[in-house]
């Protein structure tokens, strides 16, 4: 599965790939029901080259839709535009935790006041040198050196979320050793990102631990405000 990964990538991620427990890796080359398919849950790693990693979002599981997940943390595929006439698009209206983030990064720059987050207030706020797709977000990501990585790879069914996580403890624990000289910070969303520094030696990293994006709070959270805000996510 990782042969068609990018040079620089490749021996990391088969190191850490054939960590995990032999009948994971078949399950994973054999099954056609996951998803992101095989051909695209590595997807973070082809985009981002290594070197220029400077943080690791961590995530929890791929969104629980096959036109939603996409291979990267956070970045929901089914969206396509960000803004409309009347505040946010639909689409981002209906993902929760997109919609809590981009909120989060309007405070951030100053669009909105912690007060008034309302669709009206988004509809005010002049968009000119804003992005407006979900890729141009995936691409800032990225500009900034965030690679968008879930403690999951692949979804299956809600209920097997869990057993998904466990599964790939391994890769990301080898992902994290082999980074160590590179120490990227780690950023954490939620419970289950929250316990890789738990259960991970991550003496070598700075991590950020935040609530997952999904509850409100998080648009008022000071670290990710100050975190994101420097990051310029949603400027061209």
Request: one cysteine or more; charged letters at 25%; a positive charge.
């Amino acid at each position: 599965m990782t042969s068609t990964l990018p040079d620089d990538w490749r021996p990391t991620l088969e190191r850490a790939y054939g960590r995990l427990e032999s009948r994971y890796r078949r399950f994973l080359e054999e099954d056609k029901y996951y998803f992101p398919d095989r051909e695209n849950c590595f997807n973070a790693f082809r985009t981002l080259p290594k070197s220029e990693v400077k943080y690791i979002l961590f995530g929890q599981d791929p969104y629980p839709r096959a036109e939603s997940a996409g291979g990267y943390a956070f970045i929901d595929m089914k969206v396509k535009e960000i803004f409309s006439s009347t505040g946010l698009s639909k689409a981002v209206n209906r993902a929760t935790s997109l919609r809590n983030f981009i909120k989060m990064a309007l405070v951030a720059r100053g669009d909105l006041s912690p007060e008034d987050t309302s669709q009206s207030a988004i509809a005010a706020i002049d968009k000119t040198l804003l992005i407006n797709t979900i890729d141009a977000l995936r691409q800032n990501f990225e500009r900034e050196g965030v690679l968008l990585l879930n403690t999951a790879l692949i979804f299956t069914e809600k209920k097997a979320s869990a057993a998904h996580i466990k599964a790939w403890r391994p890769f990301v624990e080898s992902l994290l050793s082999q980074m160590q000289s590179q120490a990227p910070q780690l950023i954490l969303f939620g419970t289950h990102a929250k316990a890789i520094k738990r259960d991970f030696d991550l003496q070598h990293f700075k991590t950020i631990e935040l609530e997952h994006p999904y509850n409100h709070s998080f648009i008022h959270n000071e670290k990710a405000l100050k975190l994101f805000g420097e990051m310029k996510l949603l400027e061209k």
